[in-house]
């Protein structure tokens, strides 16, 4: 990301937790989407936020801080992706800026949209379903959801890699076989690493969604779109 | 677009009409997607096709000649973007070619949903709006469609830039006004000029397709994503 | 409300906004639902709360404190009511607290659902709509909704008793013969005093949310039942 | 339920088949909801009434007498409750008698929609269930529906506590693990006694849709609000 | 209809309501389906039944009345067609007979699908609108419908041709223009000679109801299908 | 079909393979439908078709041909029928003649509607199932689909009588049991000899869709009824 960019020309990934290991792995994935001549990726943690992004108090205890970080980047940012499959704050921080704000959630379930007819999630925890849903209600693309299960590992059984990754497989595949999906997206953020060998694994395409957001923001920036 | 690129990394953006003046119109709404290390991105007519997709003929005549000019230009592609808003041939060509392929009607309105709550499209022709709504409902998004509505104008009235841009700013203001669109999806490719006045006139987001879908495709290529 | 209650026999209709004018309005409206050897209903502030819920950083600010005080209030609390027509933080509440939580925009569709066939809603900003519409995404009953139209008052005519309801009675009439409401659900609280005039003006049932989700509050606290 | 009541202050719970032990049953479930200061619940068995409501000919039977002894009974009504989980005669007791009408199970789900996101429902008779699909429709909230399943007893066997509960604890859990339920909605009047086991058993909110009707009864006759 | 024809070969149009000038209306409109080689067409009035269905309490007054008819008739029966465009009892029907029954609703509007992308429909009386919604809901067709406005004449005007043709058209003008429709149902029985004259006026396909069903209903008797 | 027919009173049911043996086994599935005064049934193999439709190539390479013979056959023409369960070409081919086009596809489903509350379908291959699912989201009766599969047979199979039989009624059973249908949709022209036994094996309803397009093409020709 050599050259000095102007202002106005930064995509900020926002992790909204605090995790400096997650942020690196949602940076690691940007890789492939910086470009010479392209919006420079930087992404974030949220310094105050929880170490994980998973009860609604969660949820709620960051969308402020988001908005009040993504005001402090305003100069130099040209879009910017809350990267927590909650889309937490996603609201608020389209009304803080100017500059275009994108989802991962919505951004990975729009990228699915044309990957597949029927879309199934991988969540990590059950009691996130709930919330998903209402999400995916207020998008109103229910109608192509295949269907949603969580792996249901604790943190240590995530720290396995070969673990993870069987869990995923299995929750991938009966998504396929029971509910119908033909193109998976990854609820979570910073699990990027995963996404290769799922999709070999499942013969289908696989979505992550931080690079699908923030795909979709270097277009945006280019474009120079946001909401009214 | 200096520097030659390794073979995989073009856009194509296939105009299935074989009206030049469209697809140049098309080229120039490309300038802003063009990045030094990011995808070539060219614009071509399909020649044989219509002049224009106005009719269910038009659409079929151009399914299979989409497949075939794309399965040819497939070594150099990274992705293909089907350059007309009824998005002719959309799954053949995805079919047909292991890159990804994007719509601008489903990419455009992809878009439009992250930008508003409900989308308003402006249709050119009353008659393509049955065919608009049946797509609307196979992508299962009608839930978020304000309404759609024609400018109704001839050719010879669409060649007068201004008498054009009244009747997409009336149409966009009764899309507005009377259902309730708080974002605009032009329905028609080609007309890139028109956003940002339209923007600017109707005092909400306007989306131009093209680049809609040129924007999502950069992207992919970036991360090589594509159905199975 | 004479005699004392045994703890958990509380109604909390907490008001999100910290202007007492608004809550002393709910706490007129909830005189009917006051009944001997039924439970208490008091009416409190978010004292921390802006002036009013308008934006959707006012939304988001006051969700956490709410669940705080719903958590101070717990031991006297048999149920909640979020008094504010975005049910702001409710799923916080929900998670943070045993008893049954309601939000007064769910309560007051969900019992409109009951009174006719397609719902119209007067919401007071315009800028509220997409949030509302969200909602109902998230909640599954947009093909229930005839409309949602904003009365669009500044604050000194919102003073102003004749103009609102004068507003309000044009906005429910263009639901009624413009979108097919058949059913008005007042999108606000703290405005219950307009309710029956509102509907012997358009002669169709009109729903006060406040009553409409502390009347179904009632109910939940003598069958104790809550979400999971 | 000691002191005379004025007028107009009853809720009328109306069993609309003559079986009196249902209606014991459902007279039971009211208990908690009987307040000294609130409305008298009176449980009537419809004489006329099929000894149950299984087939659509029993619905149809009961739909006209349920109108006639509604409109006798209208002088001491406050509010009515048609107790059958088939809504029988809804809207014509609704167009029949000014008071508010309630039906159990348009009450039991809408009261569910507030519990959890996507409903279950056990039904008794698998022949019941396209009825109940076509009335989820009409009410506009399928796409919260987890999915309903019959528990299949016979007669004799439903007479078995045992044997019932396991059934329906069996059913439920299906719901829940094979469907994604996340909140139940008890698919047939006087049943209540098994809600508290049934829910204990399942670990997710159990609605008795008698009760939840008849403690929305209670409000809309304290705010005296009916359809037009 | 010369030749005798064996059992089970006659369709039976029953018009629920008792006046015979709308059976007249309705036998008429059957001519051009009565083939040499086809079942036989008979229409009845129900005798019981009320002048016209116009309240939910006619609505359900002819369920088993209709269902009696209709087993009363089964030895001669091929098919039966419920003539009332609320489907009154068609469940009931079929529930009472083994052929197959078809309603004029549900069968004007599955024609109306493979006429247009969005059907309109004209009632008679804006009361009657909402319980059409509800099966309409109960059918799942919502997302095709354009809307559904009433004529609102009253007796007196409905006897005068021109006047009935003129609103007749005045209403199809607006479910076309403001509400987008591009086919129209005509909402009742027995206005077939209204049909060609609505379909010149307003320049699209209206479908009369009784039609739609008796030919369905031949199609059925011919291959022997209805419902388990 | 003895006697000679005026003109315009041919169902011409056109297979769009140029296997005349599919093209048979419809022609025999006809025989119900023709009565002496009906309109003549003529069945026709596209000769420039592939041998079957199964990729989305084979879709649109049989559109423009499809219009081109309907419109030779015009002359003699009543009613089209697309005998093709992907439908394919159909609003092409309603664009190209006056007389009423339907598709098998929509015919069998919109048939269905009538007999079931939830239609399963059964398909050859599981690859035309997303193709299906974009058609019924089109025709925007998803609601009433209880699910898709596949026999996923290969060509020596299909021609095995019991073996296919066998795997239709396993798949069909799956549809009934885990997905809740109660009537069956045949996703396939040409094989109409297995509908009776498959209907007898399930019990319950199964619609052979070229019969039923036939069916209601007939009441069509009768009418004269076409799109606009």
New interface residues.
């Given amino acids: 990301m050599s050259t000095p960019l102007p202002d106005g020309q930064t995509v900020f990934v926002i992790n909204p937790n605090s995790t400096q290991r997650v942020t690196d792995g949602i940076d690691a994935a940007m890789a ?2 910086r ?4 919006p420079a990726i930087e992404c974030l943690s949220l310094q105050s936020g929880p170490p994980g992004i998973q ?3 969660d ?3 960051v ?2 801080p988001l ?1 009040s970080l993504a005001r402090s980047l305003e100069a130099r940012a040209g879009a910017f992706v809350i990267a927590c499959f909650s889309d937490p ?1 996603l ?2 921080v ?3 800026v100017k500059a ?1 704000v ?1 989802g991962i959630m ?2 990975g379930i ?2 699915a ?6 879309f199934g999630v991988i969540a990590i925890l059950d009691a996130s ?3 998903h ?3 995916y ?8 959801l295949a ?2 299960l969580a792996i249901g590992l604790n943190v240590t059984e995530l720290s396995q890699y070969e673990r993870t990754l069987e869990r995923m497989t299995e929750v991938g595949r009966r998504l396929c076989d029971d509910k ?1 999906a ?2 998976i997206v990854m609820g979570c953020a910073g699990m990027a690493v995963y996404r290769e060998p799922l999709q070999q694994a499942l ?3 696989v ?2 969604p931080s ?2 957001a ?3 923001a ?3 920036i ?7």
């Fill in positions: 492939p989407l470009m010479a001549g392209g009860t609604q108090h949820v709620e205890s969308a402020l908005a704050g609201f608020a389209r009304e803080a275009p994108l919505e951004s729009l990228t949209l044309t990957l597949g007819q029927r379903i709930p919330r849903l209402r999400a209600g207020a998008m109103g693309v229910q109608s192509r269907g949603e119908g033909d193109v013969g289908m395409p979505v992550e690079q699908a923030a795909a979709m270097i277009g945006r280019k474009m120079n779109w946001h909401g009214a």
